[in-house]
């Protein structure tokens, strides 16, 4: 929303496939980070799990991957990125000190992106059928709170994830970007009372 000498704030909407390949792969391999974030629905659950050495190894490289998919403009490489083979322009990894995720990510590379596809489409599908309430949602949220506040918001951005998580809620996974279940966001009142803090927090 922009007015002239207003505050101003700006919400971008997506279930990125960057972001849902990332957590394809987070399961496929059996990495928690991020702890809190329940995992994808229609995935098999992995059948062997990390060694204490394996996730030494892999749990850093694996946070550089994640800062940068989901916020890579505030979490740059300070090295060159390189394509990862199999996973098309959706996936690069740092050039220096990813040679072991690297190893553990390829034998995933089609079925991560077949269902980073899938997921994303049915996302846009859902979105489509319902245009312009994506708005009307944070713009409705974004008003109660001016009413209880009794000043205009503050200017703010926030990017939405909107995953096929196993459980319903909102989470924080960057500075500027939260997680939402697509259940809970096409509900509109429970996605209205979801959202409230969170604006609340910025705004």
């Not at 245009?131 to 001016?146: F, K, M, N, P």
Request: charged fraction near 20%; hydrophobic fraction near 45%; avoid cysteine.
């Amino acid at each position: 929303m922009v007015g002239a000498g207003t505050p101003e704030w700006l919400i971008r909407e997506d279930a990125g496939q960057a972001v849902l390949l990332a957590l394809f792969l987070r399961q496929a391999l059996g990495i928690r980070y991020p702890d809190e974030l329940p995992p994808l629905r229609g995935i098999p659950p992995r059948s062997v799990e990390l060694t204490e050495a394996q996730r030494d190894v892999l749990d850093p490289q694996w946070r550089t991957y994640w800062d940068m998919t989901v916020e890579p403009q505030a979490n740059p490489s300070p090295v060159p990125l390189d394509l990862v083979d199999g996973f098309e322009t959706l996936l690069a990894l740092p050039s220096q000190g990813s040679d072991e995720l690297r190893a553990a990510i390829e034998p995933h590379a089609a079925d991560a992106l077949a269902y980073a596809r899938s997921a994303h489409e049915k996302y846009r599908r859902d979105a489509g059928s319902g245009s312009g309430t994506a708005y009307r949602a944070y713009a409705s949220a974004i008003a109660g709170h001016e009413r209880r506040v009794g000043r205009r918001a503050h200017s703010f951005e926030l990017n939405v994830q909107v995953l096929p998580l196993t459980q319903r809620g909102v989470w924080w996974i960057g500075a500027l970007t939260i997680a939402v279940t697509d259940g809970l966001r096409g509900d509109v009142v429970a996605f209205d009372a979801a959202i409230h803090p969170i604006i609340a927090e910025l705004a």
